[in-house]
């Protein structure tokens, strides 16, 4: 069976895995979750991300919403502060 997006879906689990992060999606179930809007995920402006609910727990059917990457990468901002400018050496 062709599986068109199968490099996507590897990709996505290697991700998860390499941030120790549990992944409960089987090919199927991730092409199921993402319908029809599987063509347009991705980074670019506008596109969708799967997101998992908090940013807590594992990527599953029940955890994750759909959002852009936009909303996720601002998401990921709140509550963390600015850094600060590396004060200037004086002799």
């Not at 670019?44 to 955890?63: E, F, H, Q, V, W």
């Not at 990921?76 to 590396?86: D, F």
Request: positive net charge; glycine residues 8%; contains cysteine.
């Amino acid at each position: 069976m062709l599986k068109p997006y199968n490099h996507e879906y590897h990709r996505q689990k290697d991700g998860a895995k390499r941030r120790n992060i549990d992944w409960q999606f089987t090919y199927d179930t991730w092409i199921e979750w993402w319908g029809d809007d599987i063509v347009n995920r991705g980074r670019n402006k506008g596109k969708l991300c799967m997101a998992r609910n908090g940013d807590i727990g594992p990527y599953s059917i029940t955890n994750c919403t759909k959002i852009t990457h936009s909303e996720n990468c601002s998401i990921g901002q709140k509550g963390i502060p600015k850094p600060r400018k590396a004060k200037e050496l004086t002799i």
